[in-house]
T-cell receptor
Framework: SQQGEEDPQALSIQEGENATMNCSYK?????LQWYRQNSGRGLVHLIL?????REKHSGRLRVTLDTSKKSSSLLITASRAADTASYFC????????????FGGGTRLMVKP | DAGVIQSPRHEVTEMGQEVTLRCKPI?????LFWYRQTMMRGLELLIY????????DSGMPEDRFSAKMPNASFSTLKIQPSEPRDSAVYFC???????????FGQGTRLTVV
């Protein structure tokens, strides 16, 4: 079964608005990563947050991690039509070597 | 570096035929993953290797699937015999060290008719 689950499954917003996607997971983790996938392409890494971090920023991206609730959120500020893609969280598990497991993803559509 | 290279990009085959998917990880990366993506089941981890050794193959659906990594620069995923329900996009990814950024190939879109 998948370790991470994203919410919502689909999100449609207007350009300029902020987009927030959530991820919940089940077991303890070393880190949590967010990836983006454009239609028909491979996944591209966006940002990694370690289990001892609570918040991280990268450009228009802001990621939070709450290990007590086993949840993370990805915020994209001032969205652009080019942000239209699917976004996945992936968890790096403790004592599982390099294994990364992915959630079901959130399909984001940003309307111009 | 050219990134993770997968071949072929598209494969159409008849049910019962053997299919071999290939992956060249990024040089210097010591972990390699095979994933399968479908609309119904999302992105599933099939197997991963660390230093060419299979570590966890619990995601391999059944005995028709097998994966090898004979050296640090090459891996194969084989399906024999193939079935229509194997139709999916298969991704290969590699990482340098434990639990860090994974680099994905462009995927192989497999259609079994």
């Amino acid at each position: 079964s998948q370790q991470g689950e994203e919410d919502p499954q689909a999100l449609s917003i207007q350009e300029g608005e902020n987009a927030t996607m959530n991820c919940s997971y089940k077991t303890s983790i070393n880190n949590l990563q967010w990836y983006r996938q454009n239609s028909g392409r491979g996944l591209v890494h966006l940002i990694l947050i370690r289990s001892n971090e609570r918040e991280k920023h990268s450009g228009r991206l802001r990621v939070t991690l709450d290990t007590s609730k086993k949840s993370s959120s990805l915020l994209i500020t001032a969205s652009r039509a080019a942000d239209t893609a699917s976004y996945f969280c992936a968890t790096g598990l403790n004592n599982a070597g390099n294994m990364l497991t992915f959630g079901g993803g959130t399909r984001l559509m940003v309307k111009p | 570096d050219a990134g993770v290279i997968q071949s072929p990009r598209h494969e159409v085959t008849e049910m019962g035929q053997e299919v071999t998917l290939r992956c060249k990880p990024i040089s210097g990366h010591n972990s390699l993953f095979w994933y399968r993506q479908t609309m119904m089941r999302g992105l599933e981890l099939l197997i991963y290797f660390n230093n060419n050794v299979p570590i966890d193959d619990s995601g391999m659906p059944e005995d028709r699937f097998s994966a090898k990594m004979p050296n640090a620069s090459f891996s194969t995923l084989k399906i024999q015999p193939s079935e229509p329900r194997d139709s999916a996009v298969y991704f290969c990814a590699s990482t340098r060290t434990g639990n860090t950024e994974a680099f994905f190939g462009q995927g192989t879109r497999l259609t079994v008719v």
